[in-house]
């Protein structure tokens, strides 16, 4: 069993997360736990903090329970070192895996996210991974995360158009897709832009099932 734990309240995104876990990994028991103690969204520093504790009790719980992987399905990788430190399984985080897939696909990605807030937050994380000579650049979409869920077309057209700048503009081989609300854009993107598009999620699963 493959826990995916949503650090977030929304329940819509945890299921979205899930349909698209289950799409990538059918032969995989993979099972959608939302942090109902979470904030709604994580956008930023703060929300990201205030989310750590509750996600902690879910990662033991799952380890309790004998998960052969735990996915912490936030791309800002909220609490990753955290719940690695306390789970007897692995941990995977969303964007760790979205990072390290693009390498694997390509020389170079950039990261179109969601709100400017995050940008720094993504950058630490790759320079911390040790992937920053393979960034091409985070660039934010002005996407509020649950716009991605209230107006997923308006959202998705403001996101591509992010997308469609850093294919031009940014000299990569891929583009990732810098939120869990997100699972929904690839083959638009891929269809747009004709390059790679790494979404978090499937590249979470995908080394979750190798584990």
């Known amino acids: 069993m493959i826990v995916l734990i949503n650090p977030n ?8 997360m899930v349909r698209t876990a289950q ?5 995989v028991k993979v099972v959608g736990w939302t942090s ?10 703060e929300d990201g903090d205030a989310s750590v504790p509750p996600l902690l009790e879910l990662v033991a719980k799952a380890s309790e329970l004998g998960a052969r992987a735990v996915i912490i399905g936030c791309f800002d990788d ?5 719940a690695r430190a ?3 399984c692995p941990v995977i985080g969303i ?4 990072y390290h897939m693009a390498v694997l696909s390509g020389a170079r990605f950039s990261v179109v996210t969601t709100l400017a807030v995050s940008v720094p937050i993504l950058e630490d994380n790759i ?5 920053w000579t393979h960034l091409g650049r985070v660039r934010a979409s002005g996407v509020p995360v649950l716009d991605l869920e209230r107006d997923p077309d308006a959202a998705a057209s403001r996101v591509l158009e992010e997308i469609a700048d850093a294919a031009r503009e940014d000299d990569v081989n891929s583009i990732v897709l810098g939120c869990a609300g997100m699972v929904d854009i690839p083959a638009r993107a891929t269809e747009l832009t004709g390059l790679r598009i790494i979404d978090g999620v499937r590249a979470a699963v995908q080394f979750s099932a190798l584990m």
């Open 36 to 45: 109902h103690d979470g904030p709604p969204a994580i956008q930023g520093p």
């Open 9 to 16: 309240s929304t329940v819509s995104m945890t299921d979205a």
């Open 23 to 27: 799409d990538v990994a059918p032969g």
């Open 78 to 82: 909220t609490g990753l070192a955290q």
């Open 95 to 98: 964007g760790q895996a979205a």
């Open 127 to 131: 320079r911390h991974y040790g992937l």
């Open 86 to 88: 306390i789970a007897t």
